[in-house]
């Protein structure tokens, strides 16, 4: 099983709310990603967990906030958002962080639109 | 700067026809995926190609590593409407957590 979930598919938000962003993966996988995607690009890389500690953050605005409860879980907290923040957002794993030894599956993503 | 150069872009054929994509850089790579993606859906993982030279098939689609291992390729044979979709090559550089993606090739495959 390649699956990684993630929830909820849609999500319209104001730019006053909190909400937050859910992905599950039961590969056993130890590193997790959460990338933003622009229409017709690829892409963007976020955050990186390993190991559920934090190894990775591509300079991201503090309004997006990531969280990773346990080894299966990866949360992704929005709290006042920009309209600019629309995108497609996924969650990725990968059994260990090395990009070059370990292939990422990904979720179907996350469908956010910021009004 | 991309470290993956895809191309090309955007690709319209005919049902029936054949394409190929290139995924080309000037950086060795571990190993490089093709992944498939449909609008407002995450990326579905195709192959991962990890030896020089290696060449994969799936069905209608034939993938090749470059021996030096800079660059791929992905054909497809006969294509149909259900092979639509952005394709996305991406590769882990050797000793590196950062998965660098091309820029995406858009196949449209007309009935």
């Known amino acids: 099983d390649t699956e990684v979930t993630q929830t909820p598919k849609h999500l319209v938000m104001g730019m006053t709310n909190k909400k937050s962003l859910k992905c599950e993966q039961h590969m056993g996988h130890r590193a997790m990603y959460w990338y933003k995607q622009k229409a017709k690009k690829p892409p963007e890389l976020m955050f990186v967990y390993s190991y559920e500690k934090l190894s990775i953050n591509e300079s991201v605005p503090s309004r997006f906030s990531p969280e990773c409860p346990n080894s299966s879980l990866l949360n992704l907290h929005l709290h006042a958002l920009q309209p600019e923040d629309s995108a497609l957002y996924l969650c990725?794993?990968?059994?260990?962080?090395?990009?070059?030894?370990?292939?990422?599956?990904f979720g179907p993503g996350t469908r956010l639109t910021v009004l | 700067t991309q470290l993956l150069e895809q191309s090309p872009q955007f690709l319209s054929i005919q049902e029936g026809e054949n394409l190929t994509v290139y995924c080309n850089s000037s950086?060795?790579?571990?190993?490089l995926q093709w992944y498939r993606q449909e609008p407002g859906e995450g990326p579905v993982l195709l192959v991962t190609?990890?030896?020089?030279?290696e060449v994969k098939k799936l069905k209608r689609l034939t993938f090749q590593f470059g021996d030096a291992r800079k660059d791929s390729s992905l054909h497809i044979t006969a294509a149909q409407p259900g092979d639509t979709g952005l394709y996305l090559c991406?590769?882990?550089?050797?000793?590196?957590?950062?998965?660098?993606f091309g820029a995406g090739t858009t196949v449209t495959v007309r009935a």
């Open positions: 950086s060795v790579f571990s190993s």
């Open positions: 990725a794993s990968s059994p260990n962080i090395l990009a070059g030894v370990d292939t990422q599956y």
């Open positions: 190609v990890v030896t020089g030279g």
């Open positions: 991406a590769g882990g550089p050797v000793n590196d957590y950062k998965l660098s």
